[in-house]
């Protein structure tokens, strides 16, 4: 079955800890993306990638860190997290020859 | 800078009725177009999507219309059902080499029964 799995689902912290969300795909995607949910705002690109260590900033990508060191897994990471940070955050694949972006779960974010 | 404005932000609309939610664009260099649907708690799903070499697409009950001279584009929902209840997003990307995606702000549709 094709998947998007992304942990944790929830996640509660601090300001400051550092945290890591990962993002694994099993359709062997070429394209990965990071995006984030706000109420008004709608989905915003964080950071892409367009294949293994190849990376680039989305529109919103400030506090936020990326690594794509294998095609399965687009983790994303926060070093210093800050309230603002607060969101929904999804993770989507597409393949080279299809338009289609397939989204994760969600990952819902609090930092306090 | 918003490049796609989605509009309205909410639609109740009867059961059996049209819904119709539109997006305008700035980018000329867009040139994919698709809708997403959303339920809650759970991640988006592509609904449909259009290429501005068409100006229409069908499928099923939804329909994308599309506009290049206006850069506009819209979502027709045909006899709507309480099952469409849902929060919709158009986006825009231009994929010649990029795998940007921009998203409107979302369209949050109720349909009554």
């Known amino acids: 079955e094709a998947q998007v799995t992304q942990n944790p689902r929830y996640l509660i912290t601090v300001t400051g800890k550092k945290l890591t969300v990962t993002c694994s795909q099993n359709m062997n995607h070429e394209y990965m993306s990071w995006y984030r949910q706000d109420p008004g705002l709608g989905l915003r690109q964080i950071y892409y990638?367009?294949?293994?260590?190849?990376?680039d900033k989305g529109d919103v990508p400030e506090g936020y860190k990326v690594s794509r060191k294998e095609k399965r897994n687009f983790p994303l990471i926060l070093e210093s997290p800050s309230p603002n940070q607060t969101s929904l955050y999804f993770c989507a694949t597409r393949g080279y020859s299809t338009d289609t972006q397939y989204f994760g779960p969600g990952t819902r974010l609090t930092v306090l | 800078q918003q490049q796609v404005k989605q509009s309205p932000q909410s639609l109740i609309v009867q059961k059996g009725g049209i819904s119709i939610i539109n997006c305008a664009y700035e980018n000329t260099a867009f040139d994919y177009f698709p809708w997403y649907q959303q339920f809650p708690g759970k991640g988006p799903a592509l609904l449909i999507a259009?290429?501005?070499?068409?100006s229409e697409k069908k499928e099923g009950r939804f329909t994308i219309s599309f506009n290049k001279s206006a850069k506009q584009f819209s979502l027709h929902i045909m006899d709507s059902q309480p099952g469409d209840s849902a929060t919709y997003f158009c986006?825009?990307?231009?994929?010649?080499?990029?795998?940007?995606?921009?998203f409107g702000k979302g369209t949050k549709l109720t349909v009554n029964p």
């Open positions: 990638s367009m294949n293994v260590e190849v990376t």
């Open positions: 259009i290429r501005p070499d068409v």
């Open positions: 986006a825009a990307s231009s994929q010649g080499g990029s795998e940007k995606l921009v």
